[in-house]
């Protein structure tokens, strides 16, 4: 398996600029995780979603984000305007949702956000 | 409120064995894992552990204690490659997955 497949890995654009996160998870895991990431709040959970709803969405900063999961395959996290404090790395997960599973999720391997 | 507390940064010597502790506070307990990340890289999964006692995977293993609500990850036979830090999560009753701010472990020669 590829694993969780994200893109752009690196990304810098001028503050106001409109910023689309792009994720692939897993073949067959039907749980999928934004996360965002830095060193002065550690890891920070954005949203995730369960069959392509959004579950939880309480971690989303503000009106200028926004996630979509139009399918199983797919997932985009957006951010418009956007603004130097979005400067982090932005990390998806993907995790298969059982009752007999641990339900251990992997990372994908983060997309590097600077506003600038 | 909900609380996972790690130690920020811990040092070893390469060969010998680490003990990274993790204490927590959560609404509910369903699960803990460890993660390990590389500087610049994802967390990848390492151990999960959902009853009392030592799972051990090769040189890294975990321990539970519920009633305590404390964990730890074990690591022997350091090398340098085990450079990271090291995330303890848990799953509280809402299967919603609490973060520690990871415990940052430099081996030295």
């Known amino acids: 398996d590829a694993g969780v497949i994200q893109s752009p890995r690196h990304e810098v654009t001028e503050m106001g600029q409109e910023v689309t996160l792009r994720c692939k998870p897993i073949?067959?895991?039907?749980?999928l995780f934004w996360y965002r990431q830095t060193m002065m709040r550690g890891l920070e959970l954005l949203i995730y979603?369960?069959?392509?709803?959004?579950?939880?969405d309480s971690g989303m900063p503000e009106d200028r984000f926004s996630a979509k999961m139009p399918n199983a395959s797919f997932s985009t996290l957006k951010i418009q305007p956007s603004e130097p404090r979005d400067s982090a790395v932005y990390f998806c997960?993907?995790?298969?949702?059982?009752?007999?599973?641990?339900?251990?999720?992997?990372f994908g391997p983060g997309t590097r956000l600077t506003v600038l | 409120g909900q609380n996972i507390d790690q130690p920020t940064e811990m040092t070893a010597t390469e060969g010998a064995i680490v003990q990274i502790n993790c204490t927590y506070q959560?609404?509910?307990?369903?699960?803990l894992f460890w993660y390990q990340q590389h500087a610049g890289e994802a967390p990848t999964f390492l151990s999960y552990?959902?009853l009392d006692g030592l799972e051990e995977k090769g040189r890294f293993s975990s321990f539970l204690s519920r009633s305590k609500g404390y964990s730890y990850l074990l690591l022997k036979e350091l090398q340098m490659k085990d450079s990271a830090s090291y995330l303890c999560?848990?799953?509280?009753?809402?299967?919603?997955?609490?973060w520690g701010a990871g415990t940052k472990l430099i081996i030295k020669p």
């Open positions: 979603f369960n069959n392509n709803v959004p579950i939880d």
């Open positions: 552990n959902v």
């Open positions: 999560a848990v799953w509280d009753s809402n299967y919603q997955l609490i």
């Open positions: 959560t609404s509910g307990f369903n699960g």
């Open positions: 997960a993907s995790s298969h949702t059982s009752d007999a599973s641990t339900d251990t999720q992997y």
């Open positions: 073949s067959g895991h039907n749980s």
